[in-house]
């Protein structure tokens, strides 16, 4: 039987995705800091996915085609980004890290690990492993409801 919905579960997640990315921000900042969070979010995915095209981060990040479009203009023209000709398809580009883009990939992710092992300290592998297995849980649900009105529920105040 399922129980009825707890308001306060979905306030404890929205309280702690809110004070970790603070926390996170003041991680990123300690290793560049003009990085915006957009831009590590960009770097993040293209260093997770190295040759995904712009189409896909603008898909991940339900940001706007133009706005991420600049985005990557200027973090090429930082030297972290390179957009090398797609062989499949000759109108878009394959988005890949440089070398410099790439050292500054690893130290944002030592940066998130440390702080993420910092959250979860005092939690043992098997409660990790429950905890991601009723966030799936949850992610599913949400990805089952059928689309509302163009909005898909981010808190206005804290667009992705």
Not at 18 to 24: D, L, P, Q, T
Not at 28 to 37: G, K
Not at 39 to 48: C, D, H, K, N, Y
Not at 104 to 126: F, K, N, W
Request: charged share 25%; proline share 6%; with cysteine.
């Amino acid at each position: 039987m399922t129980a009825p919905p707890r308001p306060d579960v979905f306030e404890a997640m929205h309280d702690l995705m809110h004070a970790y990315r603070a926390r996170m921000v003041r991680a990123m900042t300690a290793v560049h800091p003009e990085l915006t969070f957009n831009e590590v979010r960009a770097l993040s995915f293209i260093g997770r996915h190295p040759g995904a095209t712009q189409k896909e981060l603008v898909r991940h990040s339900g940001a706007d085609k133009a706005q991420v479009a600049r985005m990557l203009g200027l973090l090429q023209d930082k030297g972290w980004l390179e957009r090398l000709p797609n062989a499949d398809d000759k109108r878009s580009r394959c988005l890949t890290l440089s070398a410099q883009g790439a050292t500054l990939y690893q130290a944002l992710r030592a940066a998130r690990q440390t702080l993420s092992a910092s959250v979860l300290a005092g939690c043992d592998e098997a409660t990790q492993t429950q905890l991601l297995v009723l966030l799936e849980r949850v992610r599913s649900n949400l990805d089952a409801l059928p689309p509302e009105g163009g909005s898909d529920g981010d808190c206005p105040s804290h667009p992705r």
